[in-house]
């Protein structure tokens, strides 16, 4: 078990400074904690990496309150990876696809959300993607079977994304009525739906309180690539190397 920290800008992202900015409005901090429960991972320096859990907040009362600026979100590729490996955004804003390989990358996403195919693109390029409307897009490169990453887009400027650290803090909320949300990638969607639950934000603030994910059921499935077919055995291989 663990408990994790996430932060605004938290597990590697970069993002512009003033990401969550409403107008007009002072909010208070919401800070809760997130806790792994029958998970396979195996722990490092006693502690179990449980990075990639998103929490946000779905206003009840009144139109969805919208940030003064939309994240700058930066992707990148590196050693064959995508880091970091999830990724939350709001709604409308940009992500780029760096490829800081020495070899080509072709990004793509042919899952529910934002669906694109960035094409084959060489070390030191870069393609950028807008999501425009929310939900989950599963990341993949269609050369490289081992790299996948997972963008989630939510209609709200109040969420954070969990380090492998410990807390969870929600920055510059409104006071008012919400529904609490949890994703995480090795959790069932029942498992996920019994996790959500309204809260109550006053000026005063408050805490989230606890949130134990559960991962039991969840079994990884090998994915196709960007034509729905399984990889070619030789893929991933220095053929593909810049010249």
Known sequence: MAVLT?????????VSPARAEVRGVAGVTL??????????????NGRI??????VWLEPLDGPIPRGTTRQKVVLDQRNKRF?????AIETGSMIDFPNGDPFFHNVFSIYNGKKFDLGLYASGETRPVSFNRPGIS??????????????VVVDTPYFAVSDNAGAVALSNVAP???????????????????????????????????MRVSEEGYVPRPHPNKHGQEYDPRSGRPGYRKH
């Open 176 to 210: 008012g009525r919400y529904r609490l949300m949890v994703w995480h990638e090795r959790a069932l969607p029942e498992t996920l739906a019994g996790l959500s639950r309204t809260v109550q934000v006053s000026q005063a603030g408050m805490e989230l309180g606890g």
């Open 83 to 87: 880091v970091p490996h999830v990724v």
């Open 49 to 54: 990496d449980a990075s990639g859990v998103v």
């Open 6 to 14: 996430v932060g605004l800008s938290g597990h590697g992202v970069r």
């Open 31 to 44: 800070r809760g904690r997130v806790e792994l429960i029958n998970t396979r991972l195996k722990p490092r």
């Open 138 to 151: 599963y990341i993949f490169c269609n050369i490289h079977p081992q790299m996948s990453a997972v963008v």
